[in-house]
């Protein structure tokens, strides 16, 4: 029986052992462990990448966000549209700021939020909308954009899962008043730690996230306002600037492996892709922009099955992931709360009963996707012995 994990990162970083062991002693003999020429040149490079201005190293993925949305001076009272099935951090960071998270719900095809049902949310104290480009592919950025404009509102693009996906052309990231994204060692492009990027075209939004990063000092020991220390560090700037050349082709690697199973699961009993109308046991993930970089390859198994092909799965030593079981608006400490939103949002309680994450990880080698595939189509068959 062949072993498959959910995600590997040993021969990824492996591959570039000896540049980082060169990086780390670089850091080490140059005494500069705060901000530094590293950071900066780690950043430019982001920049340059994702088609933006200014790329601010960050401390994670949740302080991107956090971020962000202090130097919108979002705060007390003020609403936030928001996806209820994503990662707890996005609804998180609008509630330590004393704003108000408000539950929208998803596209059941693409998982990303469903602009329609945003709209019904909007209110008077509505802010900002802050869309999460799930499991590696884009939103609809041109929709979004005209959305935000029609209902004046900022957009802050939680890309923690899909730094380098596009929507006909354009990186997310790149639309909103930010982006924000992580790279915890998960990503797609991770790091040995925590770590995030903040972005922006905004000059004056750049100034600001920068001196609210440093405790909102500027010059040095005045403060302005209150910050905090959101810095990344320069050793973490180092080993994923190594890292950032290489990130189209772990990208390609991860569709490729996409497309694998797609090839391979085409036309098997009860599978099918997740389009509109499609039935099936097992509902695949499609790539609706054609430029999704699969951070996670995601079924839906449909007929109250999907704890049953978990444990199936893990009987053939295959690792899988539910990502997420309960959507945010049930979380214990929000449903108190009585946030708006939360009795509307029937694609994300069924999507919490039906996601199965498989792998998809750049270096899965052929015979382990293989057996993954075949797995898929015998639990589908009914072969489940």
């Avoid at 979004?144 to 380098?164: N, P, T, Y």
């Avoid at 694609?347 to 595939?373: G, H, N, Y």
């Amino acid at each position: 029986m062949i072993t498959v994990p959910l995600l590997d990162l040993g021969p990824q970083n492996r591959a570039l052992e000896a540049q980082f062991e060169t990086a780390f002693r670089d850091v080490l003999r140059s005494n500069q462990f705060i901000m530094g020429p590293r950071l900066e040149a780690f950043e430019k490079d982001c920049a340059a990448f994702l088609g933006v201005k200014h790329a601010l190293g960050v401390s994670s993925g949740t302080d991107a966000l956090l971020l962000a949305l202090m130097a919108l001076d979002i705060g007390e009272g003020d609403e936030v549209l928001l996806p209820s099935f994503t990662f707890f951090a996005t609804a998180g960071s609008v509630a330590r700021l004393g704003g108000v998270p408000v539950w929208v719900d998803v596209d059941p095809h693409h998982f990303n939020i469903d602009l329609v049902d945003a709209a019904r949310k909007v209110g008077p104290r509505t802010r900002a909308i802050m869309p999460v480009h799930l499991f590696g592919q884009s939103g609809d950025l041109g929709a979004l954009q005209a959305f935000a404009a029609a209902h004046r509102l900022r957009i802050v693009e939680d890309a923690a899962q899909s730094m380098g996906a596009r929507w006909q052309g354009r990186s997310t990231m790149s639309v909103g008043e930010f982006g924000a994204t992580s790279f915890f060692p998960s990503k797609n492009l991770g790091g040995m730690g925590d770590s995030g990027l903040v972005t922006t075209s905004d000059d004056a939004l750049a100034e600001r996230a920068r001196i609210l990063r440093v405790h909102g000092m500027q010059p040095k020991y005045y403060h302005r306002e209150v910050g905090a220390n959101f810095r990344m560090d320069p050793l973490q700037a180092a080993l994923l600037h190594l890292k950032l050349p290489h990130l189209p082709e772990y990208n390609c690697a991860r569709a490729g492996n996409a497309n694998f199973y797609h090839a391979a699961l085409k036309g098997k009993v009860g599978i099918a892709e997740n389009r509109p109308g499609a039935t099936g046991q097992l509902l695949l993930p499609v790539d609706f922009s054609g430029q999704g970089i699969w951070n996670q390859f995601t079924l839906r198994v449909t007929g109250g099955r999907r704890d049953a092909l978990k444990a199936f799965l893990t009987g053939r030593k295959i690792g899988c992931e539910i990502y997420y079981p309960i959507p945010l608006h049930r979380q214990e400490c929000f449903a108190a709360a009585g946030y708006r939103g939360g009795d509307s949002v029937p694609v994300s309680e069924l999507l919490s009963t039906e996601v199965l994450s498989i792998p998809v990880f750049p270096e899965l080698a052929a015979e382990q996707r293989q057996w993954v595939a075949d797995s898929l189509a015998d639990f589908a068959a009914g072969k489940t012995e």
